[in-house]
């Protein structure tokens, strides 16, 4: 049987502190990518670094992305960073709606207008869900529902099935290992944001887009959450900063 590309993403938050240092961790990362021929890697280092990280970069199994991109065009937006700007220094992907983005303030309707700038520039966007606790009633349920529906109305059906969604339980994030979510509760929540973007798009679009989990994922249970998770890659934040951890997530990918 064919294995299908997973895709695993770096997300390397506000780290690490000098170019010096991002410049080390992306060589070791980049010294063994190329032989992981079933796994998309994509990195996404502050926006200071992108350039100079993706200038430097003569190998192409390395894509790079951004963590968050602005929703204006261009303009007098004080800090802001724009899809065409990233596009233009080698970005071929975007975060969007990450929670600790969501947590300063990002408001799904911006994330709404994220993603359809990122689109129109040609860079797929990453978008993050997730919830902050379990209740017993499911109540997280309607939340991602409700984030899905929010961060993807208006958008196209041939453009939502450019779109990765990334789910990312709050409760899982900057932990261990061990604090990661369950395979098991990873399937069932993978199968209902399948059946959301089923009925609030089309089969196909329910079948096809590709979905992530991120939270605490480490060379450890990184097999077990591929192989019975029911997605396909991950977003890794720590396990990212570290060449040896990072590699061995993209190994495990690549081998199953
Ligand atoms: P973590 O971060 O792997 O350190 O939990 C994931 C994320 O926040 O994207």
């Not at 990195?43 to 200071?48: A, I, M, N, T, Y």
């Not at 919830?131 to 041939?158: F, M, P």
Request: glycine share 10%.
């Amino acid at each position: 049987m064919k294995k299908v590309k997973k895709l695993v993403i770096g997300n390397w938050k506000q780290n690490p502190s000098t170019h010096t240092d991002a410049s080390e961790i992306f060589k070791g990362i980049a010294k063994k990518a190329h032989t992981f021929t079933n796994v998309t890697t994509v990195v996404c280092p502050p926006f200071v670094f992108i350039d100079k990280l993706s200038a430097g970069y003569s190998g192409s199994s390395i894509y790079f992305g951004g963590q968050d991109v602005s929703f204006e065009k261009s303009g007098a937006h004080t800090g802001e960073i724009s899809a065409a700007q990233l596009y233009s220094i080698g970005c071929d992907y975007v975060i969007i709606g990450h929670s600790e983005r969501r947590a300063a303030g990002e408001r799904d309707e911006s994330v709404n207008k994220k993603i359809k700038i990122a689109l129109e520039h040609k860079l797929t966007p990453v978008v993050c869900i997730g919830e902050s606790e379990r209740d017993s009633h499911g109540k997280y349920l309607s939340h991602l529902r409700n984030q899905i529906a929010k961060a993807l109305k208006g958008v196209k059906e041939k453009d939502v099935l450019q779109v990765v969604i990334a789910y990312e339980p709050i409760w899982a994030i900057g932990k261990t290992g061990k604090d990661a979510i369950t395979p098991q509760k990873l399937h069932e929540t993978s199968l209902f944001i399948r059946r959301v973007l089923l009925e609030t798009f089309s089969k196909k679009v329910g079948m096809s887009v590709t979905i992530l989990y991120g939270g605490s994922v480490k060379p450890m249970n990184a097999r077990e959450l591929l192989e019975e998770g029911e997605v396909s890659g991950f977003l890794v934040g720590g396990a990212s900063l570290d060449a040896g951890q990072f590699i061995s997530i993209l190994e495990t990918a690549h081998n199953i």
